[in-house]
């Protein structure tokens, strides 16, 4: 396996810029996942590091090598697409093996490295089959066994599961990350699912409109983000956000939100600041000594835990509570935010102010 390092990469189509200053260093052995928006460039970034796009500056090394001007072929990876991208008219041990075949492998060693790659991803008794003969999570494990076999330095992962259903990327970003964890891979996966991020990620890669957002643990990530847009795609449900200003200096603040709520912070932010304040749904409650007012619009049961959404005049606010809870739609209530976990991003920049306190 080898480390992975983009140092100062840009992209440009003529005098379009599309990707300008992307650092990133990916440890020997780390599964990190590139996440953001349909088209904030992550997949572009992982096509350069294959070798599938040029790059218009900088450098791309893999191990020790500088790779610019390889060929995909040349660089050692293996590819895994949400297309799977199987030869129809092969068999399952003969797809897996296609490669080794290019590479004039000898038979014996081809039939025992596909044979145990099978084993490792439970196709053993597939290998004969083809694939219009199986389901898609059978099918996105042989594009995973095709690239296992081959032992490459890294593995590239273009949104593998984006194509199944829900219960099934379950189970297969699972099995990818338990894979993962067994084999020791270094390993690049893209994905506009924050929550395949947060559960499979050693670290996470925020992107934006082709640049890096910010870089991190998954908890880290969600914990601190460093700019509102970080605080709003990753969570689930999403962030809430009042706009507004301090009315008070110091170690300890309140916002005055649009709306003419107060919002106590503890955060030290210079008076009269322009400010976005976030929290998540999990630090707001439904209580009479709250300061933000509100009538409940919708109630989701969703088994252990109930969503509320509140209509207040400083917009919709997401409440997670516990199902012992029996809010109901139409209600007349009060929430009140825990200071220590409301967040505080520059109105205008989006930049982080304050660190709300990490943690639940």
Do not use: W
Not at 123 to 133: D, G, T, V
Not at 166 to 186: N, P, V
Not at 297 to 320: A, H
Request: hydrophobic fraction near 40%.
């Amino acid at each position: 396996m080898a480390a992975v390092s983009v140092r100062n990469v840009e992209k440009r189509f003529g005098d379009v810029s599309v990707m300008r200053g992307i650092d990133l260093d990916i440890a020997d052995g780390e599964f990190a996942v590139l996440v953001g928006a349909s088209g904030c460039g992550k997949s572009t970034l992982l096509r350069m590091i294959a070798g599938l796009e040029s790059i218009t500056a900088g450098d791309i090394v893999i191990g020790d090598q500088r790779v610019n001007d390889l060929e995909p072929r040349e660089r050692d990876i293996a590819m895994v697409f949400q297309s799977y991208a199987l030869y129809p008219h092969l068999n399952v041990r003969d797809n897996m093996s296609f490669s080794l075949k290019l590479r004039r492998k000898a038979a014996a060693d081809i039939a025992a490295q596909v044979e145990q790659t099978a084993n490792v991803l439970n196709l053993a008794h597939l290998l004969e089959r083809f694939p219009r003969q199986l389901s898609g999570g059978q099918r996105q494990r042989v594009a995973m066994g095709r690239a296992i076999v081959r032992h490459p330095k890294v593995f590239l992962f273009d949104e593998p599961l984006s194509n199944l259903d829900a219960q099934l990327r379950i189970a297969m970003r699972t099995e990818i990350r338990a894979l993962h964890q067994r084999l020791g891979a270094t390993s690049i996966y893209v994905t506009h699912d924050q929550v395949e991020a947060m559960t499979m990620a050693d670290r996470m890669v925020v992107m934006n409109a082709g640049r890096i957002e910010q870089i991190g643990a998954p908890l880290d990530v969600y914990d601190v983000p460093q700019t509102l847009y970080v605080a709003r795609f990753i969570g689930a449900p999403s962030i809430n956000v009042l706009e507004g200003s301090v009315e008070a200096a110091g170690p300890t603040g309140v916002v005055n939100t649009k709306g003419g709520a107060r919002i106590a912070i503890e955060a030290g932010v210079e008076q009269g600041r322009r400010v976005s304040a976030a929290f998540r749904p999990e630090h707001v409650d439904i209580s009479e000594a709250g300061t933000l007012c509100g009538k409940i619009n919708v109630v989701e049961n969703l088994g252990p835990e109930t969503y509320v959404f509140v209509d207040t005049t400083d917009g919709r606010v997401c409440l997670v509570l516990d199902r012992s809870q029996r809010p109901r739609p139409g209600d007349e209530v009060k929430l009140a935010v825990h200071p220590e976990h409301v967040h505080l991003f520059d109105a205008d920049t989006g930049l982080r102010l304050s660190s709300g306190c990490a943690g639940p």
